[in-house]
C-alpha cells in the first residue's frame, strides 16, 4: 500500500503530488488539462503543477502563514484552485475547501468555527465575505484571483503577488499525522462539523485509486466532484496525481453532449461522477450517445449516492460499459467499500470492502447482526485515510466511535457472499444529488423569515436527486402562503445556506410535530408526507 512513499519522512500530499513526480521523471507529463466552460484547453504539466504550487507556498510564508494555520478556498473549478491547495499543503496549513454556491450562514459557520486565517475566492463572492467579516476576527488574508492589483491591506491581487513569488520551494519533512485537509459534514442537529484528516491520508488514496477507481500511469482521468466536497480532494487531487495520472478538469456544468463530446475528444479511459448526473443521462434521448467513440473509456465508476440496478442496465445497453459504484464518506476520506473490477456486479449493492477495510453490521448494544438482518454499518478503526478529529469538537469525535468501531450514521446489510447493501441513515440527513444537507442548517435559516413562526425539513424520494428537501412552514398568524412568499423562501435559503439545500417543496402546516422536550419530530412529518404509519407518538407534545 505505502509504495507511493519514497522517503520515509516526507507524507507531505503537495510535495509527492507534484515534486516527487518530478523526480520520477514526469515533469514534461501533462498532469492536468484545464477545459472551461467556453471549450477553452490549456495542458499544464506535472512541472508547472509543481512551479505554481511552489509560488502560492511562498505567498503564504511571506504573507506569515506557519504550519497549522487553517486556509480556504471559496472558488469555482478553475487551476488556481488546485495550484493553491496543493501549496498549501506544502506549506502543511490546514487545507479547507468551500462549496462555491455557499451562502452566507454557511461561509460563517465554517470559517468562524475553524478559526480560518485566510481564504482565496473571486471578486464576485467578496460581498459575502464582506457582510460576515465583521464575525471573523481570526481572518487576517483575503486573496483575489480575478484582479491584478491589491485592493485593501488585507485584500490581495492573486496574480499580482504570485508573480513576485520564486517557483523554487522545498517542502519541508512533514510526518504522517501532520494535518493536512479539513471538510466540514453535516449533522442532523447542530452547526456543520470540520472533519479533519492528515498527510498520512494518502496511502489509502493512492491504493484505492489504484486497485478500485483502476487507473495507472497511461491514462486519462476525469472526476466531475467539486473541489468543495471530500471526493474532489481525495480523487479529484490526491489520488491520481501522486500516481502521475493525467487528469481532465472541466469548468462547466452538466451538459450531456458537452460531457460526452469530451469524453471522446480527450480519450477519457476512467471516469468518476455521481448517480445524479448519470440518471440524468439516462432520461436523455439514446440516439444521442451513438454518435460518440467511447472506445477509450474502460468503465465509469460512481460515488455519492446508492446507484439504482437501472442506471448499470442503461449503460450496459446504451454505452456498453460498466458502473462501479463506491461508498465512502468525507469522514473516511478514502473508498472504503466497493464495486470493481475484477468483482462481480450486484445491481444496487455497495460491493465489498475494499484491501484494509474492515467494516462490520452491529445491532444497537455493539453484538454483530447475522448475515441478511439490517444494522448500523460500522468500520474497524485505524485505517490510514480515517478523520483525525472534528475541528474543535472532540467530543462529537468520540461519540462516533464505540468499542474500536466508527459509527458511520449509514445503516446496511451483508448478504452471505459477503456483499453490503446500503438501507438508509440512521439519522435525519438528507442526501441531495450526492451532497449532505443539514435539515438543522436550513430549519435555521427558515426561523430568520418574518412570516414563519416553525419550520421543519425531510428528506423525501426523487428519482434524479436520490433525496429532495421538503420543508414544512407554520406561519405567523397574520401571514398566509402565497406564491410570492414560497419564491422568497427559496431565495433566502439559497443565499443564506446554499443552492444544494433550497427546498424543492415548501408545504404550508398549522404546526410542527415536537416532542416534550421540544425536538422536532421529523419522522412524523416524514411519515405523513409518504402516508405511512406514524408509529408511536407517545412523546408528543399535545
Request: with cysteine; hydrophobic share 40%.
Amino acid at each position: 500500500m505505502n509504495d507511493v512513499i519514497v522517503n520515509k519522512s516526507q507524507y507531505n500530499i503537495g510535495h509527492i503530488c507534484t515534486t516527487q513526480q518530478l523526480e520520477n521523471g514526469l515533469a514534461d507529463k501533462v498532469a492536468m488539462r484545464w477545459i472551461s466552460a467556453n471549450d477553452d484547453r490549456k495542458d499544464y504539466t506535472f512541472a508547472d503543477l509543481d512551479n505554481e504550487s511552489n509560488r502560492f507556498a511562498n505567498v503564504l510564508q511571506k504573507l506569515g502563514a506557519d504550519a497549522g494555520d487553517v486556509f480556504f478556498t471559496f472558488l469555482p473549478k478553475m487551476p488556481e484552485q488546485f495550484f493553491s491547495i496543493l501549496g498549501m499543503l506544502k506549506m502543511k496549513l490546514i487545507t479547507g475547501t468551500l462549496f462555491a454556491n455557499f451562502g452566507d450562514d454557511a461561509l460563517l459557520d465554517r470559517l468562524g468555527d475553524s478559526k480560518a486565517k485566510g481564504i482565496i475566492t473571486k471578486k464576485s463572492f467578496l460581498k459575502k465575505i464582506n457582510r460576515i467579516r465583521d464575525q471573523l476576527p481570526a481572518l487576517r488574508w483575503i486573496i483575489i484571483v480575478d484582479g491584478d492589483d491589491h485592493i485593501e491591506d488585507d485584500i490581495f491581487s492573486y496574480s499580482r503577488l504570485m508573480s513576485e513569488a520564486s517557483a523554487y520551494f522545498i517542502t519541508s519533512p512533514t510526518s504522517p499525522d501532520t494535518p493536512s485537509v479539513l471538510h466540514y459534514t453535516s449533522g442532523s442537529t447542530g452547526k456543520p462539523k470540520g472533519v479533519l484528516h492528515c498527510h498520512n491520508s494518502i496511502l489509502h488514496q493512492h491504493a484505492t485509486t489504484k486497485n478500485v477507481l483502476g487507473l495507472n500511469i497511461y491514462d486519462v482521468f476525469w472526476c466531475t466532484a467539486d473541489q468543495g466536497w471530500v471526493t474532489g480532494t481525495s480523487y479529484g487531487i490526491i489520488g491520481p496525481w501522486c500516481q502521475g495520472v493525467t487528469q481532465v478538469h472541466y469548468g462547466g456544468g452538466y451538459d450531456a453532449e458537452a460531457w460526452f463530446r469530451l469524453l471522446q475528444d480527450e480519450k477519457v479511459t476512467v471516469w468518476y461522477t455521481a448517480p445524479t448526473a448519470l440518471r440524468m443521462l439516462l432520461r436523455e434521448d439514446a440516439t444521442l450517445f451513438s454518435s460518440f467513440d467511447l472506445s477509450s473509456l474502460r468503465h465509469i465508476c460512481s460515488v455519492g449516492e446508492p446507484l439504482n440496478p437501472e442506471v448499470i442496465t442503461w449503460a450496459r445497453r446504451t454505452l456498453g460499459k460498466e458502473i462501479y459504484d463506491t461508498w465512502f464518506q468525507t469522514e473516511t476520506g478514502g473508498i472504503m467499500i466497493a464495486n470493481r473490477p475484477g468483482l462481480t456486479i450486484r445491481p444496487g449493492s455497495m460491493g465489498k470492502p475494499v484491501e484494509g477495510i474492515e467494516p462490520a453490521i452491529l445491532a444497537d448494544d455493539g453484538a454483530m447482526v447475522a448475515d441478511g438482518e439490517q444494522g448500523d454499518l460500522c468500520v474497524k478503526a485505524g485505517w490510514p485515510s480515517m478523520f483525525i478529529t472534528f475541528i474543535n469538537n472532540e467530543q462529537a469525535y468520540n461519540s462516533k466511535f464505540r468499542d474500536g468501531w466508527y459509527y458511520t450514521g449509514d445503516t446496511a446489510i451483508r448478504d452471505a457472499d459477503g456483499y453490503y447493501w446500503f438501507m438508509g441513515r440512521s439519522d435525519d440527513i438528507i442526501n441531495t444529488g450526492g451532497h449532505l444537507v443539514s435539515p438543522f442548517e436550513v430549519e435555521s435559516a427558515l426561523l430568520e423569515i418574518e412570516e414563519i413562526a416553525e419550520s421543519g425539513v425531510i428528506a423525501a424520494p426523487h428519482e434524479i436527486l436520490f433525496e429532495k428537501v421538503v420543508a414544512f412552514v407554520c406561519l405567523h398568524q397574520q401571514f398566509e402562503f402565497t406564491k410570492e412568499l414560497e419564491l422568497k423562501i427559496r431565495l433566502y435559503v439559497s443565499n443564506k445556506v446554499s443552492s444544494i439545500a433550497t427546498p424543492q417543496e415548501i408545504i404550508p402546516i398549522a404546526a410542527i410535530p415536537k416532542n416534550k422536550s421540544g425536538k422536532i419530530m421529523r419522522r412524523i412529518l416524514k411519515a405523513q408526507y409518504l402516508g405511512t404509519e406514524i408509529g408511536d407518538i407517545s412523546t408528543l407534545e399535545i
